[in-house]
């Protein structure tokens, strides 16, 4: 294989991860276009809500944490990890899973906050909070390019599951007819809480599984498979719920099992 041939071959987990930056890119557009939509009902109530479309920004997130997957198999199967690549899918993270979602995010609490009277026209000093999650994003992806150690156990949550939770949040709004769960969601103290939590997990040290197969043997392997069979559970019975549940059980069955091997 001539120097040449082996170098274009580095370059192609590259253009999968500029997949992942594009598909990032396009999640923002639609989170952010239209804004809040005003609307009245027969009364001549005033209506408050974000376009159902930001749906697709979920989506979006969705196929770039497919292709954020796909790049690494690719790399691994070319034997075609580089650092340029380790950096370069860091900062496509960080716009996937860090500033797409904190714009989800700051759209809710624009939602929220328009429910009550006069908050239409809200200070952006309540809708800041919004930009720690890319911050923390940023955070934890600058000190894992730092950290070799890091291989079948994370130190804090990986950008890309605190954005796939994120991410969740308008499937369940438009698609889960429950009451509790649009008064949840319009609750700008729970919204703030999801920000508090998500940002602190990334940028703590807590050891979180990385979904790496070690061998094949069911011993070694034995978190990753008690969270398939909880992933299939949950999606079978909680349909839209089921994501934040899967994050939630990801994070506690890596606790657990780390702290049974330690």
Not at 49 to 73: C, N, Q, V
Not at 160 to 182: D, K
Not at 186 to 195: D, E, H, Q, S, T
Request: aromatic share 12%; proline share 4%.
């Amino acid at each position: 294989m001539t120097a040449d041939h082996g170098l274009n071959m580095k370059q192609i987990p590259n253009f999968f991860t500029l997949i992942n930056l594009v598909f990032g890119c396009v999640a923002i557009v639609f989170t952010l276009q239209n804004g809040i939509i005003i609307t009245a009902d027969a009364d001549g109530t005033m209506l408050l809500d974000i376009p159902e479309k930001i749906w697709m920004a979920s989506l979006f997130i969705g196929l770039a944490a497919f292709i954020d997957f796909l790049d690494g198999f690719v790399a691994r199967l070319f034997n075609a990890g580089s650092e340029m690549g380790k950096q370069l899918d860091s900062l496509a993270d960080l716009v996937s899973f860090g500033v797409a979602p904190g714009m989800i995010i700051y759209q809710f609490l624009r939602l929220s906050f328009a429910q009550e009277e006069g908050g239409v026209d809200v200070s952006m000093i309540w809708l800041a909070p919004a930009f720690i999650i890319p911050c923390a994003a940023a955070w934890r992806l600058a000190r894992f390019n730092l950290d070799a150690t890091q291989t079948f156990y994370f130190k804090g949550m990986p950008v890309p599951a605190a954005g796939i939770f994120v991410a969740s949040l308008p499937l369940i709004y438009w698609n889960v007819n429950e009451a509790w769960t649009r008064e949840l969601l319009l609750n700008k103290w729970f919204l703030y809480g999801i920000v508090a939590i998500l940002s602190w997990l990334m940028v703590s040290t807590l050891p979180l599984m990385a979904l790496k197969f070690k061998d094949l043997s069911i011993r070694n392997n034995l978190p990753k498979i008690i969270l398939l069979v909880v992933a299939i559970v949950a999606i079978l019975l909680l349909k839209w719920l089921a994501l934040p549940v899967i994050i939630l059980a990801y994070v506690l069955i890596s606790l657990l099992f780390k702290i049974k091997t330690t």
